[in-house]
């Protein structure tokens, strides 16, 4: 009995693991979104075979912005290195299929503006060009407490590497 439960503990396991490998290797086309508020949009490239790169441009403002699809919707981000979850307003939640109840508001989190209650939420995928990243956590706030959605290191950690030079953002998978 006890080689039963550790070999279905094994086989769940194994799994789980294959099946977020066969996430990761699923192949699509680009979106034909770049992702920049300058007038010269920088676009997608790919320099081999399974790498994807994606280089922002900051705003006047010196904050990179992407528009990166959201389980299959076009939504507006801010990259924020400083945010460990990505972060979306209630109203683009919405937009995207994610409706929490009042009672699944159970993050706190501490923001410019004080803190405020969130709901934790996983998104499918987050597309930005060319490049795909599956099953990110997220966090919903209520609009008047967040001013943009924010794209933060559960998306970016989950890249080969992103890099800061002479005022661009190399995003790369």
């Known amino acids: 009995m006890r080689q039963v439960v550790i070999f279905a503990a094994i086989a769940v396991i194994g799994g789980s693991y294959v099946a977020r490998y066969a996430d990761k290797t699923v192949v699509e086309a680009p979106a034909p979104q770049a992702a920049a508020v300058q007038p010269i949009e920088p676009q997608p490239t790919q320099e081999s075979v399974g790498q994807h790169r994606m280089e922002l441009t900051s705003g006047r403002d010196g904050h990179f912005r992407a528009n990166a699809r959201v389980n299959g919707r076009y939504i507006d981000f801010m990259v924020d290195t400083g945010a460990s979850v990505v972060v979306l307003r209630e109203s683009d939640a919405a937009q995207v299929g994610l409706h929490p109840m009042p009672r699944e508001y159970t993050a706190i989190v501490s923001t410019a503006n004080g ?59």
């Open 115 to 173: 803190r405020t209650k969130a709901a934790p939420a996983k998104l499918d995928r987050i597309e930005i060009g060319d490049i795909t990243v599956f099953d990110v956590p997220a966090l919903i706030m209520p609009d008047e407490s967040l001013s943009t959605n924010l794209l933060g290191t559960a998306f970016l950690s989950r890249l080969r590497r992103y890099e800061y030079a002479d005022g661009r953002l190399l995003l790369e998978q």
